[in-house]
């Protein structure tokens, strides 16, 4: 990466608008939804190991990732799904990610409609 472009991208990223009354963990899971709705997927690549770092959990990312895909289309989220699971994998964490789903397709009607 071009090194006035680094530092201009971290400044603004982790000083400049760090001056809110979120988190790091939080500021950097808004990053991260933003840079898939916006397609960027390579900034999503550098993103990522940040938030981690500030305490985004990787089942977290994950979540971030599904969701996106309800309102972007899998298509366009696949991409940052692959890139999660390269990061992820290139950190050492195990693959795939113990699954989160308090339903199955067979009782998930029956718990949509007690909700």
């Known amino acids: 990466m071009d090194p006035e472009f680094a530092y201009l991208f971290n400044n603004f990223a982790f000083d400049e608008a760090a001056g809110s009354d979120l988190d790091g963990a939080c500021r950097m899971m808004a990053i991260l939804s933003a840079l898939i709705g916006s397609q960027s997927v390579d900034a999503y ?19 971030i990732v599904y969701q996106a895909a309800a309102y972007l289309e899998f298509g366009r989220v696949y991409p940052f799904l692959a890139a999660t699971n390269d990061v992820l994998a290139s950190l050492g964490i195990r693959l795939p990610l113990e699954g989160q789903a308090c339903t199955t397709p067979e009782t998930r009607l029956l718990a949509g409609e007690k909700a």
Not at 47 to 63: C, I, R
């Open 45 to 63: 690549g550098v993103m990522l190991p940040a938030a981690l770092n500030l305490g985004v959990t990787p089942v977290q990312v994950k979540e």
